[in-house]
C-alpha cells in the first residue's frame, strides 16, 4: 500500500492536492485524527479490495494539539509497522493567506471569539510544525494559483512511477524573492544578462533570440555544463537515500531570461529513465 499524508496551513491549497489525488486514483479521506492513522492504515492495508492500494489522508490541526505534537511518535509505529509513507505540506505566507480568507469569506477552523484571523494563522503555523519537519516535499502556494497546482501535484506526485526520482527544476527571479520550498538554489546573475540588450528584452529564455544569444555565450554553456554534471553525480545520492522528491530553483534577477533558459536545458539534459524532471517557471505567466 502507498500511503500519503497530506497536511498544511488552511488555505494553502490541502483540499486541492487531495481533490487531485483522488483524481489520480487514490482512495482519500480528510480530517483523520493523527492517533487513529495507523489503525486506518493497517485496516486498508489487510484489504484485498484493489481501491486501497493507493491511499491519501488529509491531516490539519483541527486535531488536538496533544497530538501533533505526538506526530514523530506516530510516524514511528508506520516505520515499525512496515508501512511506507510521505508526507507532503503547503504552505504559504501569511498575506496571501489573510487575502484569500478575505476574498472566500470562509472562515478558519482555529478562529474564535478571542482569536484573530491573524493569531489563527500563527497559531496553525505552530501545531502544524511537527508534521512540516516530516515533510519530504514542501509546496509554498503564495505565487501558485488552483490550476498550477493541481499541475504540480500531477506531475509530482500522481503520474510518478513508484520508482522514478521526481526532479523539479523551477526558475525564479531574485527581486521577487527566492523560494523557500526548494532543496538547491543555484544562482545566475554572474552571467550575461539579455535584458540589456534592446532587441531581446521583451522576450524570455523560451524564445529563440534569447536561446541563441546565451547558447553562444561560452560562459552560460560552462555554468550549465558544470550545474548539469554536479546535479548529475548527486542525484543518485538522494535516490538511493530513499528520497523521492527533489526540487533545485535557478535565479536571476528577474526571473525572464537567464534562468527560464537555463531551467529549459536543465530538464532535457537531466531526463532518464529513472528521473522525472518537470520544469517550472515562476515568474512566467
Known amino acids: 500500500m502507498k500511503l500519503i ?29 493523527v492517533a487513529l492513522l495507523q489503525n486506518f492504515a493497517h485496516l486498508l492495508e489487510d484489504s484485498e479490495l484493489p481501491m486501497f492500494q493507493r491511499v491519501a489522508v488529509g491531516i490539519d490541526a483541527r486535531n488536538e494539539t496533544a497530538s501533533l505534537r505526538r506526530f514523530d511518535d506516530f510516524m514511528q509505529q508506520l516505520r515499525n509497522a512496515g508501512i511506507s509513507y510521505e508526507v507532503i505540506f503547503l504552505r504559504a505566507d501569511k498575506n496571501s493567506l489573510l487575502k484569500r480568507f478575505s476574498e472566500t469569506r470562509r472562515k478558519h477552523p ?27 516535499i514542501q509546496i509554498d502556494t503564495t505565487q501558485t494559483n488552483v490550476h498550477q497546482l493541481r499541475d504540480l501535484v500531477l506531475e509530482r506526485i500522481g503520474h510518478k512511477s513508484r520508482h522514478t526520482l521526481s526532479l523539479q527544476v523551477m526558475s525564479f527571479g531574485y527581486k521577487h524573492g527566492v523560494p523557500n520550498d526548494v532543496d538547491f538554489v ?26 541563441t544569444f546565451l547558447s553562444n555565450n561560452e560562459l552560460v ?7 548539469a554534471d554536479y ?10 537515500s530513499n528520497r523521492n522528491y527533489l526540487s533545485i530553483a ?30 517550472r517557471h515562476r515568474e512566467l505567466p
Open 5 to 33: 499524508i497530506v497536511s498544511g496551513l488552511s488555505g494553502s491549497g490541502k483540499s486541492v492536492t487531495l481533490d487531485t489525488l483522488e483524481d489520480c486514483g487514490f482512495y482519500c479521506t480528510d480530517n483523520l485524527p
Open 110 to 136: 482555529l478562529t474564535g471569539n478571542d482569536t484573530s484571523l491573524d493569531e489563527a494563522i500563527e497559531l496553525e503555523i505552530e501545531r502544524l510544525s511537527p508534521i512540516a519537519d516530516h515533510a519530504s
Open 186 to 211: 543555484f544562482d545566475a546573475r554572474c552571467l550575461p544578462n539579455p535584458y540589456w540588450e534592446p532587441k531581446l528584452r521583451q522576450f524570455t529564455g523560451k524564445d529563440d533570440g534569447v536561446i
Open 221 to 227: 554553456q560552462q555554468y550549465l555544463n558544470d550545474t
Open 231 to 240: 546535479l548529475k553525480k548527486w542525484i543518485p545520492r538522494f535516490s538511493n
Open 250 to 279: 535557478i535565479g536571476c534577477t528577474g526571473g525572464q531570461h537567464r534562468s527560464v533558459f537555463l531551467t529549459e536545458q536543465l530538464t532535457k539534459l537531466l531526463q532518464s529513465d529513472n528521473l522525472s524532471v518537470i520544469g
